[in-house]
């Protein structure tokens, strides 16, 4: 009974914590598509009053009879404010088109993670979920650090369940968050988040998640290695590495090291063969 309810207690909270993961990705994606949906709408704004001005001078032009003396022209010119709008116009067009392009990049990764995708293993692009994982979260990190990206671009592609992983680097992006959240709060500056990827030797590879948050102590990081749902103070931390270590070490059979120290951030290390044992 005693085990059945741990077991209970702990498909719980990894319910929970699918369901925050969720949250947390709806409100990246109001964030990064509001940014850039409010200035496409002012440019929208910018260009409409450009096109009255164009409109106006074209109508004055076509009222003349005779031909136009210099001076008059220049006259009118000035009026509609042609240079200013020479200047401004295509910048608009082309800031707009970056903000376009902008919510299509960020729509089509958000679209990538929240599929559910095929449960069994393929060939995967470790590089492409990171920059997937680090794109959808970006609301949640740009406020409290500075992200870095150190991908390893001779990785080769590893036979893993893509959904799955995708899930655990999310967890471990937001892991590094809340880990540098206080550290915002009390000393008012940006931390550093660090992304890699990279090639351990033949046969297997990493994925790494560093940060420069608070850092634990040797006791409360052997309380959130247990391989339970952690509890109390330390339970959010617990519990997303209870739900990676799943993934990697009970999964992929693959390997999960954890390094810390108070005041000196810490460094989650995600182990993958490249080849999937059958």
């Given at each position: 009974d005693a085990h059945r309810r741990l077991l209970d207690a702990q498909l719980r909270r990894a319910e929970g914590r699918k369901f925050e993961a969720l949250g947390h990705l709806t409100e990246a994606l109001a964030h990064e598509l509001n940014s850039p949906a409010q200035y496409i709408g002012d440019?929208?704004?910018?260009?409409?009053?450009a096109f009255a001005s164009l409109k106006a001078l074209l109508g004055a032009l076509r009222e003349r009879d005779t031909a136009l003396q210099p001076d008059e022209l220049q006259r009118l010119l000035r009026e509609s404010d042609s240079e200013y709008l020479l200047a401004d116009v295509p910048r608009s067009i082309e800031e707009s088109q970056q903000g376009i392009a902008q919510m299509a990049r960020v729509v089509a990764a958000m679209r990538e993670f929240t599929q559910?995708?095929?449960?069994?293993a393929t060939l995967q692009d470790l590089n492409e979920i990171v920059r997937g994982a680090a794109a959808v979260t970006r609301a949640q990190w740009h406020q409290v650090a500075e992200l870095r990206l150190e991908l390893d671009e001779t990785l080769p592609l590893v036979t893993c369940v893509g959904a799955q992983?995708?899930?655990v680097v999310l967890y471990a992006i937001m892991n590094a968050v809340k880990a540098l959240e206080p550290r915002d709060a009390i000393q008012r500056s940006r931390g550093r988040i660090q992304l890699q990827t990279r090639r351990l030797d033949s046969s297997w590879v990493a994925i790494e998640v560093i940060d420069s948050g608070q850092g634990l102590g040797s006791e409360d990081l052997t309380k959130v290695l247990e391989p339970v749902l952690g509890t109390g103070e330390l339970g959010d931390a617990a519990d997303a590495l209870a739900q990676i270590r799943n993934v990697i070490v009970s999964?992929?059979?693959?390997?999960?090291?954890?390094?810390s120290e108070p005041g000196a951030g810490t460094r989650l290390s995600m182990r993958l063969p490249q080849k999937r044992p059958s």
């Open positions: 440019n929208l704004s910018f260009l409409g009053e559910r995708g095929a449960q069994q992983i995708k899930q999964e992929h059979t693959g390997q999960l090291e954890v390094a």
